[in-house]
């Protein structure tokens, strides 16, 4: 009975404590903003079609497509449901409206996805983390606090602690084991051979040499990745560093340092930079999510003070010309 209790209260201060609803409203501020350029990393290819070009037909529709019917793609849509979503992240970060334009956020993403990811049936996963994200923030009282809405709500409600940390230690539990579910998904297709970097290497020597070669035959693009895929050493070691960052990623959960966790999520966050300069792998803009696993009250206080200071700053300077 006492183990019980023990683990009772171990779960509720871990699901419903640490976080206000001024928290909850900052992460729906700041996110919001960060998606704006997620969104334009991710659809780039879209934006590169002319938008009253032939329609075509997908080679392989995603299920939901393949479910309501959809086989073909209409350039000049995409550039509307694209117009769509970048209105609605903003109205979502500036709070107006805020359940309705999340809904909007996330039906514009399984289309543009959905569009994307039909032209070849490559599936890409980029969208997990923060599209569950934005399902917890339309669940959650987001819209409460740091909101257009809020501003103008005749009757003010507060957002109990509870109800504020819950959606956010969620958010934190599944990015964690998103990174632990892809060093299962790593071994699960290439077992543990994949350790020993060859598999890196394979994928350096293919982005180096996918805008084809020159007369010499020496990598075009990308010469960084292809002189890098020369060291089997150096990638054995990336190959266990990235297994070990991957798997020991949950135990973040229980780390309280704000120091070490930053120090952490910068790691991780480089190793998205690499992957985006060596490989051409499209998770740049991901590090965005890592704001779950900070209270942002802080920081939105130490940003108002520093542009306070900037501004009282530039107003004491003197005129051009003036002197």
């Known amino acids: 009975m006492t183990l019980s209790k023990s683990i009772g209260r171990a779960w509720n201060s871990f699901f419903y404590e640490g976080f206000s609803g001024e928290s909850l409203g900052l992460l729906r501020l700041y996110f919001g903003c ?6 334009v990393a991710q659809f780039f290819e879209l934006l590169t079609l ?7 037909y997908f080679l392989e529709p ?9 086989d073909h ?9 694209f117009v769509l ?15 309705t334009s999340i809904a909007i956020v996330i039906l514009c993403i399984f289309f543009l996805k959905g569009n994307r990811d039909s032209f070849t049936g490559d599936v890409h996963h980029r969208y997990l983390v923060p599209i ?16 257009l809405d809020e501003r103008y709500r005749t009757v003010k409600s507060r957002v109990e602690d509870w109800e504020a940390s819950w959606p956010i230690k969620t958010m934190q539990f599944y990015c964690a084991f998103f990174y632990f579910w892809s060093v299962l998904a ?9 350790a020993d970097g060859g598999q890196i290497q394979e994928e350096l020597l293919e982005r180096s040499v996918m805008w084809g070669l020159t007369d010499a035959g020496e990598a075009v693009r990308n010469q960084l990745a292809f002189h890098m895929a020369q060291h089997p050493d150096l990638l054995m070691f990336l190959a266990h560093l990235t297994l070990g960052f991957e798997a020991l990623f949950p135990l973040i959960l229980l780390v309280h340092s704000v120091r070490w966790r930053l120090i952490f999520l ?11 300069v060596l490989l051409y792998v499209g998770f740049i803009f991901l590090p965005v999510v890592f704001l779950i696993f900070f209270d942002l009250v802080p920081v939105h206080a130490w940003l108002k003070e520093k542009f306070r200071c900037y501004v009282l700053r530039r107003r004491s300077l003197p005129a051009p010309g003036s002197g």
């Open 50 to 56: 002319d938008p009253t070009g032939a329609q075509f």
């Open 85 to 99: 979503l970048m209105m609605a992240t903003l109205t979502m970060a500036l709070g107006k409206y805020t359940r």
């Open 73 to 81: 793609h209409v350039p000049i849509l995409s550039f509307a449901v």
């Open 132 to 147: 569950q994200m934005l399902f917890l923030l339309l669940l959650s009282k987001c819209g409460h606090a740091y909101s």
């Open 266 to 276: 910068l790691g991780v966050t480089l190793f998205h930079l690499a992957n985006f």
């Open 34 to 39: 960060g998606l704006l350029l997620y969104h």
């Open 62 to 70: 995603m299920w939901h497509f393949a479910l309501l019917g959809i």
């Open 186 to 194: 790593k071994l699960r297709v290439s077992g543990w051979a994949w």
